[in-house]
């Protein structure tokens, strides 16, 4: 017989209720099954919308993020709903890529993630905010820096 996938799962199957604002508890996690072996999951999510948080005129922008599991991965509907929730949040460019980072650095203990945040032009000019982290005291660390020293 087979094992239920989504034993503990909330929104998995469910009908789906986006949140107004920020809501980071909406984040859930499941067993990653290949622990043995190191492999990335990369996640695009190219609707990204929140608030500025000065004139609260909408900001756009697709948001990867690219992560090494060790035990816990996050859900996929947990994590779009997550990322839904900041469409009426008002933060920088910069404070939604960390933010959702360290959410996720918290909701997973990973030995790797990095996340990108590629906001359209306002005013005429980009922002592409990037934030990475390599588990202290690891090869990820190291894999961190370099991969920021390479970063353009």
């Not at 190191?38 to 922008?61: H, K, M």
């Not at 035990?71 to 939604?96: I, T, W």
Request: proline share 6%.
């Amino acid at each position: 017989m087979e094992t239920r996938e989504n034993e503990g799962l909330s929104q998995l199957g469910r009908k789906t209720e986006y949140r107004s604002d920020y809501a980071p508890e909406v984040l859930e996690t499941f067993v990653n099954r290949h622990q043995d072996n190191d492999y990335w999951v990369r996640f695009n999510c190219p609707e990204f919308t929140s608030l500025c948080p000065i004139t609260g005129q909408p900001d756009f922008a697709e948001i990867r993020i690219s992560y090494i599991p060790d035990v816990r991965m996050v859900e996929s509907k947990s994590l779009k709903l997550y990322l839904f929730s900041f469409r009426n949040h008002g933060d920088f460019h910069e404070d939604c890529v960390n933010t959702i980072m360290k959410d996720l650095i918290r909701l997973m203990d990973p030995k790797y993630i990095e996340v990108t945040g590629l906001f359209t032009p306002r005013g005429g000019i980009s922002i592409y905010p990037y934030a990475n982290y390599g588990r202290p005291g690891t090869r990820y660390e190291e894999l961190a820096r370099q991969r920021f020293a390479a970063h353009e």
